[in-house]
Each structure stands twice: as C-alpha cells, then as structure tokens.
C-alpha cells in the first residue's frame, strides 16, 4: 500500500508562484510513475501534469505548459509540482497521484494510489 501525502496548497495571488509536494511512505516512490490531477469546484478532475520513475520523462495538460513544472526526488520519496505565473482559474484541490510501473514513461491515467489533496487557491 502506497499512502500519499500532499503539501505546499495555499492562497496565492495572480502571478504568483506556490510549489507543491507529494511524500509517500509504505513503498520505494522509484517504482512509481507519478502524475498531479487537479479538481476545481463543479468540475471534473482533471490531469495535470506526469513524470516517468526516473524523472526523464514528463507530460504536461495544455493548460500549464510553460508555468508549471513537475520533478521528483526518489531518495527522498517525493514529487514536486512548482506552479508559476497562476491564474484564476488554477483553484483547484490537487492531488497525487501514483502508478506502480515497469517501463519509464509518463502516465496521464489509470493510476493505482491517490493523495487526499491540498487545496490551492488563486485571488485577484
């Protein structure tokens, strides 16, 4: 069992920057892919952005390219979701999200094990 915990969600103003963390504890994260989902309020969860085991590969929604970047630290068992340049409409709870994995890729989907989410909140 693979327990994830988030960290780092706040409130923020336009512009500003926050930088999320994901700890694991119960298992060795560089099994794992790892992805951040973000759910705003009334909507769908939504992907986020993706690392691969090794930290080689990313993947990125649209909507952050450019502003967000995701890095991850297996000695440590963490990943990292630095978040620039936020808008509005980046409010959202974030979640982590983890896959256990044999090749290196970056994964958008299908995920084994779910944080409870750090909520993130963006104001004018």
């Known amino acids: 069992q693979v327990l994830l915990v988030e960290s780092g969600g706040g409130l923020v103003q336009t512009g500003g920057s926050l930088r999320l963390s994901c700890t694991t504890s119960?298992?060795?994260?560089?099994?794992?892919?790892a992805a951040w989902f973000r759910q705003a309020p009334g909507l769908e969860r939504e992907f986020v952005a993706a690392?691969?085991?090794?930290?080689?590969?990313?993947l990125y929604a649209d909507s952050v390219k450019g502003r967000f970047s995701i890095s991850r630290d297996n000695a440590e068992n963490t990943v990292y979701l630095e978040m620039n340049s936020l808008k509005l409409e980046d409010t959202a709870v974030y979640y982590c999200?983890?896959?256990?994995?044999?090749?290196?890729?970056?994964?958008?989907?299908?995920?084994?094990?779910w944080g409870k989410g750090t909520l993130v909140t963006v104001s004018s």
């Open positions: 999200a983890a896959r256990a994995v044999i090749s290196d890729y970056a994964l958008d989907s299908d995920m084994d094990y």
């Open positions: 119960g298992s060795t994260f560089s099994n794992y892919a």
């Open positions: 690392i691969s085991w090794s930290g080689r590969n990313t």
